[in-house]
C-alpha cells in the first residue's frame, strides 16, 4: 500500500471457498488468512443440493455421534487441505504460507488466459 499500512491491517478472506487450492488463491490475491465454514460442514456429514434449490440438509442422527468422531473428521480434513496446500507451495517454489500474500504474480486468472488465447480468435474486425 502507499500509506506503508499494509502489515498493519489482517484481510480475511471468506465465502466460496470450498476446496483446498481456494486457499492460496485468496492469499496470491492478498489476503492474510481465510475463513473455511461450508467444507467443515460437509466434513461433518452435511448434505448440499442445488436442484430444484439450493438446500442443506444435516442427517439424521448426527446428535449420536460423539464429539471426538466429529472433531476427528474436521482433523481429517484440515489435515488434508494442509497437506495439498504445502504440495502447491512447493511447485511455486515458496516454503512459508506468508510469502504467499500479494504475489499476483504467480497466479493465472481466466480473464488473462481466456484473453491471450481466444481474443485473436475472435477479435472483430474493424470495418
Known amino acids: 500500500m502507499a500509506d506503508g499500512i499494509r502489515d498493519e491491517v489482517?484481510?480475511?478472506?471468506s465465502g466460496g471457498i470450498g476446496m483446498a487450492e481456494q486457499v492460496p488463491k485468496a492469499m496470491l490475491c492478498g489476503a492474510?488468512?481465510?475463513a473455511i465454514d461450508i467444507p467443515l460442514m460437509v466434513a461433518l456429514g452435511l448434505r448440499i443440493y442445488e436442484e430444484p434449490k439450493q438446500t442443506m440438509i444435516w442427517p439424521d442422527g448426527l446428535d449420536n455421534i460423539t464429539l471426538s468422531v466429529l472433531t476427528q473428521r474436521i482433523v481429517n480434513l484440515m489435515g488434508a487441505w494442509h497437506s495439498q496446500i504445502l504440495e502447491m507451495m512447493g511447485a511455486?517454489?515458496?516454503r512459508e504460507a506468508r510469502r504467499l500474500r500479494g504475489?499476483?504474480?504467480?497466479?493465472i486468472f481466466f480473464e488473462e488466459i481466456d484473453k491471450d488465447t481466444?481474443?485473436?480468435l475472435f477479435k472483430k474486425e474493424k470495418k
Do not use: N
Open 32 to 34: 492474510d488468512l481465510t
Open 10 to 13: 489482517t484481510l480475511i478472506a
Open 92 to 94: 511455486m517454489g515458496i
Open 103 to 107: 504475489e499476483t504474480g504467480r497466479a
Open 118 to 120: 481466444f481474443q485473436k
